[in-house]
Nanobody
Framework: QVQLVESGGGSVQAGGSLRLSCAVS????????MGWFRQAPGKEREGVAAIGGDGTTTYADSVKGRWSISKDSAKNTLYLQMNSLIPEDTAMYYCAAQPWCTRVPGPAARFFVYWGQGTQVTVSS
């Protein structure tokens, strides 16, 4: 059974930082592509970052230069380091996985089959 469990969300003031984690089980993590997505109330789900099984990374323009996606294969954990947070980053954040994957062209939902339940991030001005 595949499980993705996000953690690390919370409330922070603009300009602050948070690190999200996603614990993964049930798949061969080292061979998986992983992604982070977010959805704010009344808005469509947006891909923010993805990392391939080969370690290549892609980012949405809205977070490029501010955030960093990484993974620790020894711990089967995906991370999203979020710096310079702005109120527009407020959303529910989800991690997603695609097993047996080398690389994805970008953080698009259609490339991922397994999803976590999400963790809330709130940024106040």
């Amino acid at each position: 059974q595949v499980q993705l469990v996000e953690s690390g969300g919370g409330s922070v003031q603009a300009g602050g930082s948070l690190r999200l984690s996603c614990a993964v089980s049930g798949i061969t993590y080292s061979r998986a592509c992983m992604g982070w997505f977010r959805q704010a109330p009344g808005k469509e789900r947006e891909g923010v970052a993805a990392i391939g099984g080969d370690g290549t990374t892609t980012y949405a323009d809205s977070v490029k230069g501010r955030w960093s996606i990484s993974k620790d294969s020894a711990k089967n954990t995906l991370y999203l380091q979020m710096n310079s947070l702005i109120p527009e980053d407020t959303a529910m954040y989800y991690c997603a996985a695609q097993p047996w994957c080398t690389r994805v062209p970008g953080p698009a939902a259609r490339f991922f089959v397994y999803w976590g339940q999400g963790t809330q991030v709130t940024v106040s001005s």
